[in-house]
């Protein structure tokens, strides 16, 4: 069946640095949404993509859906201690909605 | 608005007992979706209702039941639980269709001994 691969599992960087999760699909997707864990809360929506090659920013985040509509890549610039989390994907086609494994980020002060 | 509402946040229970976990949606959403959480297995798809039926379900065992009421709030069932049971039980509110975007409630951490 449909998966969404996400990578990587883990990220650990210096507050300061860049930070880039990705998400494949296998098939194409008619959207997909990213969502942010913090230690110990619930997943947090934020954002949806449904255009081909759509770039979308909020602040220091920059999300992007791929000109195929089968990869995603959420790009977080100049990371804070705040960007600690479990970032996932989530992709639909149709009625059938997949999550990635999610990307945990650490972030060292 | 209000956010999404679970309750109980913390359940511990008995091998062989069963449990019923609840949710408000946020106000005007009418699907709303169940998600297992382990480490292990990260974000499980468990099942979706939407205006009382259930449209989408994933691969777990019918200990796991659901249904949704006439004001879109939501139960959880699991019956005969098991050790493996252990996890936060996540429910999700969308305006139509959980592939909307889905705004998840704080979740029960149900804990089987």
């Known amino acids: 069946g449909q998966q969404v691969m996400q990578i990587p599992q883990y990220q650990h960087v210096q507050e300061g640095e860049d930070f880039t999760t990705y998400c494949n699909s296998s098939t194409t997707l008619s959207n997909i949404q990213w969502y942010k864990q913090r230690p110990g809360g619930h997943p947090v929506f934020l954002i949806q993509l449904v255009k081909s090659g759509e770039v979308k920013k909020q602040k220091r985040l920059t999300f992007q859906f791929g000109e195929a509509k089968k990869n995603s890549s959420l790009h977080i610039t100049a990371t804070q201690t705040t960007d600690v989390g479990t970032y996932f994907c989530a992709g639909a086609n149709f009625n059938k909605f997949y999550f990635g494994s999610g990307t945990k980020l650490n972030v060292k002060p | 608005k209000a956010g999404v509402t679970q309750t109980p946040r913390y359940l511990i229970k008995t091998r062989g007992q069963q449990v019923t976990l609840s949710c408000s949606p946020i106000?005007?959403?009418?699907?709303v979706s169940w998600y297992q959480q382990t480490p292990g297995q990260g974000l499980q798809f468990l099942f979706e209702y939407f205006s009382e039926t259930q449209r989408n379900k994933g691969n777990f065992p019918g200990r796991f039941s659901g249904r949704q009421f006439s004001n879109s709030r939501s139960e959880m069932n699991v019956s005969t639980l098991e050790l493996g049971d252990s996890a936060l039980y996540l429910c999700?509110?969308?305006?139509?269709?959980?592939?909307?975007?889905?705004?998840f409630g704080q979740g029960t951490r149900l804990t089987v001994v």
């Open positions: 106000s005007g959403h009418r699907s």
């Open positions: 999700a509110s969308s305006l139509a269709h959980r592939t909307d975007g889905a705004f």
